[in-house]
């Protein structure tokens, strides 16, 4: 799951600076409150998409850790705006990959706290969104993770 990559042409090199990339082994390791500490200190002073993908992960893994239904109220809203930021940019492989992603954690919330019908929908959401990202970027590698996982079903 780690994001450093080796470019190939035409591929949108994913490192991340290494205060973020300390944020993402704190999240890895599931300290999701010594990252969210970290990652409030970075905004501004981070590549923001880089940024958006670190935080909803350690939001996600946090609310899947606790099952707290009142956090998932509270990254729901976040998500929104997530999703309203990443539509209002211009169509990338970023775009469309942070997107899916979004939806795939969104739909292990959702599973997670025993909503099977919004899950699937949130799934299949990410799984339209990563197979329009193949189709228009074909290269871009990082969309390989959520592939597999849809693959494997």
Known sequence: ???????KPNEINWRFDPELRKAYLQVLNLQTDEASIQLNKLSG???PLHLLYVQSLCETLDVLISEDAEKFAVIEKNFAKRIKYLQDMPVSAETLFLQAELQLQRGFNFLNLGQEFNSIWA???????S??????FPGFTRLKKPMVLFRSW
């Not at 799951?1 to 470019?7: D, F, H, V, Y």
């Open 1 to 7: 799951m780690l994001l450093a990559l080796t470019a």
């Open 45 to 47: 002073r981070t590549n």
């Open 123 to 129: 799934i299949r959401s990410a799984y339209n969104l």
């Open 131 to 136: 197979e329009e990202c193949l189709q228009k």
